[in-house]
């Protein structure tokens, strides 16, 4: 299951090698094991995980995402692997994704709530940055803050999220200029950029360096890329209780 998302693209219509045979070896297993009967969070992930190697995935990948989390309300888990599945490389569309991702936010359903939105393009976004095109960038940004807030400001959250806006998703700047919507995509990239620089000053109050790729330097590094107007201007950046200032 820990290869699941490694595949290049779903089973159907194509041959399996040996690993994608163990897979669906572990999928048949499992049929047996229903995780909502068993209360399992665990083998809801499990078995959800099996969903690119299964020649039936299309069939499932909405209900086993909500089982899962159903079972897991507050992870942010669940929601990232389906906005990833949503794209049109797997079982989705761009379009999907945005009406899914907006769906999962209704206040109606427990744990992320907002928070949901976002949590669902993470990994989207890491994956593919076309998929900025579609994305509602003040819910976007919204639903980072109701994570942040859900999870009682947890630093170690907060740097997970931060690195990955400073780092993963930024790293791919040169791809966002291809294909269509540029005028969109450059909106969007240009608000996401704002919203970055607003989110650090709101919540980050420590450097956790396990969380960033090249520990605290890369940290500090990409802290001061990111304030670098301020700090050019002659600013003087401080981190405390208060956040940075």
């Not at 399992?40 to 299309?58: C, G, H, I, N, V």
């Not at 909500?66 to 379009?95: C, K, N, T, V």
């Amino acid at each position: 299951a820990s290869h699941g998302t490694k595949l290049e693209k779903p089973l159907k219509g194509r041959k399996s090698t040996v690993m994608e045979q163990r897979i669906l070896d572990a999928a048949a297993l499992l049929d047996h094991f229903n995780p909502v009967e068993f209360n399992s969070p665990f083998l809801a992930e499990t078995r959800y995980k099996l969903l690119p190697a299964l020649k039936d995935a299309q069939q499932h990948v909405i209900d086993w995402f909500e089982d899962w989390r159903d079972l897991d309300p507050f992870a942010i888990a669940p929601h990232a692997l389906q906005g990833y599945y949503l794209l049109p490389r797997w079982f989705g569309s761009y379009e999907q994704l945005d009406a899914e991702a907006t769906r999962a936010a209704d206040p109606i359903h427990d744990g992320l709530a907002a928070g949901a939105y976002a949590a669902f393009f993470i990994q989207a976004l890491d994956a593919d940055p076309f998929a900025v095109d579609t994305l509602d960038v003040p819910l976007f940004l919204a639903g980072l803050d109701s994570i942040v807030d859900t999870h009682n400001r947890d630093q170690h959250l907060v740097n997970m999220l931060l690195a990955w806006f400073c780092c993963d998703f930024k790293g791919r700047p040169s791809r966002l200029t291809e294909g269509r919507f540029t005028r969109t995509r450059s909106n969007n990239t240009l608000r996401l950029a704002t919203g970055r620089k607003d989110f650090a000053r709101k919540y980050l109050r420590r450097v956790v360096p396990s969380h960033w790729s090249g520990g605290e330097v890369r940290a500090w590094s990409e802290l001061g890329a990111l304030f670098s107007e301020e700090l050019l201007a002659g600013d003087v950046a401080h981190l405390g209780a208060k956040g940075l200032q």
